[in-house]
């Protein structure tokens, strides 16, 4: 009987029911999970918030409190919630990498006018070097033209 014991009977030092509403999720074989979540919740709280819950949710509770109550212990002040925070930060901190990666995408994929205007502007340049090479030229030949008038 005393071996049968559930962690947290064994640790109350009581007799464990067979319905006892901690020995699904506490078992003996690991003592310092219910020493844990007692430490931070009490016993009776954690009972009555196990009893309260449907079935089907006791064991990611017990779970949830478990891990709850390990991070208060190691950080009594901010528990679990100073790892969400970070983690918040961090997904914070990814989301404007990935917003600025992709803004830099999005310009690289771009479909490039500025080359063909370039392209354009550069036949356009040869263009007008061609007209003032040959008003230079016709120039040349006034001003020869002009000076052997002269
Ligand atoms: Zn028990």
Do not use: W
Not at 59 to 83: H, L, T
């Amino acid at each position: 009987m005393i071996s049968g014991r559930c962690a947290a009977c064994k640790y109350l030092r009581r007799r464990c029911a067979s319905d006892c509403i901690f020995s699904p999720y506490f078992p003996a074989n690991n003592p310092q999970r219910f020493a844990c979540v007692h430490k931070i919740y009490g016993a009776s709280n954690v009972g009555k918030l196990l009893q309260q819950l449907p079935e089907d949710l006791r064991a990611k509770a017990a779970e949830s409190m478990y891990y709850e109550a390990q991070c208060r212990i190691k950080d009594p002040v901010y528990g679990c919630v100073a790892i969400i925070s970070l983690l918040h930060q961090q997904i914070h901190i990814l989301e404007s990498q990935l917003a600025k990666s992709r803004a830099e995408l999005a310009v690289l994929m771009m479909p490039q006018p500025e080359e063909s205007e370039i392209g354009h502007e550069t036949s356009f340049n040869n263009f007008l070097l061609e007209q003032v090479g040959s008003v230079a030229h016709s120039g040349q030949y006034s001003i020869q033209d002009s000076s052997g008038f002269m």
